[in-house]
């Protein structure tokens, strides 16, 4: 089963981060059709992806997590709307504001990596790089279309939203021709 561990935000911040998407694609100089957007349902803060773990695995996970329960919920600020992929941008997000709120999730993903690796999961190599996919740039886009998604990307005005962090969740995600889907086998209270 296709694993990972979702930091779960307010469902009013990801309604807000779904809006500032549709106001991308409303952009009449946007190339809308060039880009994938996440729908409402699926828009989620991956804490760590997991990949492919058999069903025991899954069972060990569940019981790691119960390492951050009672740590501490906290806010974090919607902020900034960027892409990954510089001059050829790939996917459009929106990030967190630089303050305490994303320190405790960065400390929260440690303490995370700390209960994984008890259990056999190393650690991920690399930054942890905490967004929210908006969407994510078609293959076929033409030189024109990713200047033009850039250029958007970049008038794009910061939400200036807060949600609360106060539980984590571990989510299968099943891959199908219309876009994933995902269930919460587990949430645990921060």
Same mark, same amino acid.
């Given at each position: 089963?296709?694993?990972?561990?979702?930091?779960?935000?307010?469902?009013?911040?990801?309604?807000?981060?779904?809006?500032?998407?549709?106001?991308?694609?409303?952009?009449?100089?946007?190339?809308?059709?060039?880009?994938?957007?996440?729908? @409402?349902?699926?828009?989620?803060?991956? %804490?760590?992806?997991? &990949?492919?773990?058999? =069903?025991? #695995? /899954?069972?060990?996970?569940?019981?790691?997590?119960?390492?951050?329960?009672?740590?501490?919920?906290?806010?974090?600020?919607?902020?900034?709307?960027?892409?990954?992929?510089?001059?050829?941008?790939?996917?459009?997000?929106?990030?967190?504001?630089?303050?305490?709120?994303?320190?405790?999730?960065?400390?929260? @993903?440690?303490?995370?990596?700390?209960? %994984?690796?008890?259990? &056999?999961?190393?650690? =991920?190599? #690399? /930054?942890?790089?905490?967004?929210?996919?908006?969407?994510?740039?078609?293959?076929?886009?033409?030189?024109?279309?990713?200047?033009?998604?850039?250029?958007?990307?970049?008038?794009?005005?910061?939400?200036?939203?807060?949600?609360?962090?106060?539980?984590?969740?571990?989510?299968?995600?099943?891959?199908?021709?219309?876009?994933?889907?995902?269930?919460? %086998?587990?949430?645990?209270?921060?």
């Amino acid at each position: 089963m296709r694993l990972f561990v979702e930091a779960v935000l307010d469902r009013s911040a990801l309604a807000a981060c779904w809006s500032a998407g549709r106001a991308l694609a409303a952009d009449p100089s946007f190339p809308e059709r060039r880009v994938r957007w996440v729908s @409402r349902e699926a828009s989620h803060l991956t %804490l760590r992806f997991l &990949g492919e773990v058999e =069903e025991e #695995g /899954a069972s060990a996970i569940m019981e790691s997590l119960a390492a951050l329960e009672g740590s501490g919920g906290f806010e974090l600020q919607l902020d900034e709307i960027g892409s990954f992929g510089g001059r050829r941008p790939r996917v459009i997000w929106v990030g967190f504001a630089a303050d305490a709120g994303l320190q405790r999730l960065r400390m929260l @993903r440690s303490d995370l990596d700390s209960a %994984l690796d008890a259990v &056999g999961i190393e650690p =991920e190599l #690399g /930054a942890f790089r905490p967004h929210l996919t908006l969407g994510r740039v078609r293959r076929q886009a033409s030189h024109d279309d990713l200047t033009a998604i850039r250029q958007a990307v970049d008038r794009a005005e910061p939400l200036r939203v807060r949600s609360a962090v106060k539980q984590v969740a571990l989510v299968h995600s099943t891959l199908l021709t219309d876009g994933p889907r995902y269930r919460r %086998l587990a949430r645990i209270d921060l």
